[in-house]
């Protein structure tokens, strides 16, 4: 199907405080933008309170795709609706792969050209609901999501206290971490310089892939892909949430290669203002 007549997809992002389009910060969302804008099909975002994001989940038929540690079902945002297809689409990974497939020939072409992903991180943060190993389609890139998600995860605490959330959404990481109060999720002092280290030490790994190729910033070189856009997700989260300094020194990190493929995937980040839902 070519995007040049299509209707506009419906993109549910999560709404920070407002200007939304410049306050955005989480890294699922980031990942499906970012695919949108490669695939180059006409959306439009409509930004969600974390509060009503179950709600609206319910609202567009769309389950739960992760679940906590207890077995309870974790509601969260990306979330498309193609008016072209009738179909709803509520994993960053599944729309990446139905942009795909609906898409092919639109945009600046294939999201998951083949590439050896053999990206390994093991460790992971307690609590948090990473990103499901997918089977079938495009296992390679499904690996390498789960593991980026787990690299980044396990350091997230340094980002947390940055997101420019309202009142409201502070109070849903409160109750789902089950912490007396927003403050709980500081990172200061000598804890704050020591995750930063092992942050940087932990990024080694990775950084290795964007320097396979010397022509960069992409891992295939000049040529980004889907696992380009990952990274880029978390790397966007990062740039809005960390302090200035620290967001200084990771695109500095292992010869600045987190830095340049942030800068070249602005191209890919282009933000709507979107409305509420």
Known sequence: MSSTSAKPILFYDIAFKAPR???????????????????????????????????????????????????????????????NTDEAVGDSFDIAVYLQKTYPDSGSGELFPEQKLDYEFTEQASGVPLSEMR?????????????????????????????????????VF?????????????????????????????????????????????????????????IGGWLRMASKSLPQAEWEALRSWHGGVFGQLHDALDRYAQTDKGREA
Request: glycine share 8%; aromatic share 10%.
């Open 21 to 83: 389009e410049s306050t955005n910060c989480a890294p699922n969302p980031w990942k499906s933008r970012l695919a949108l804008n490669f695939k180059g099909v006409p959306y439009s975002t409509i930004w969600v309170p974390l509060p009503d994001v179950e709600k609206v989940r319910r609202s567009v038929k769309v389950p739960a795709c992760r679940k906590f540690g207890d077995g309870s079902d974790y509601y969260t945002l990306p979330i498309i609706t193609d008016p």
């Open 135 to 171: 089977r079938g389609d495009y296992e390679e890139y499904a690996r390498f999501n789960k593991n980026v998600d787990a690299v980044f995860s396990a350091h997230v605490i340094l980002m947390l206290q940055g997101m420019l959330l309202e009142p409201a959404g502070k109070q």
């Open 174 to 230: 409160v109750k789902r971490a089950g912490v007396p109060s927003f403050d709980a999720f500081a990172c200061v002092g000598e804890q704050r310089e020591k995750v930063l280290s092992t942050f940087e030490k932990n990024l080694e790994g990775l950084s290795m892939f964007l320097k396979k190729d010397k022509s960069g910033p992409f891992i295939l070189g000049n040529k980004a892909s889907y696992a380009d856009l990952i």
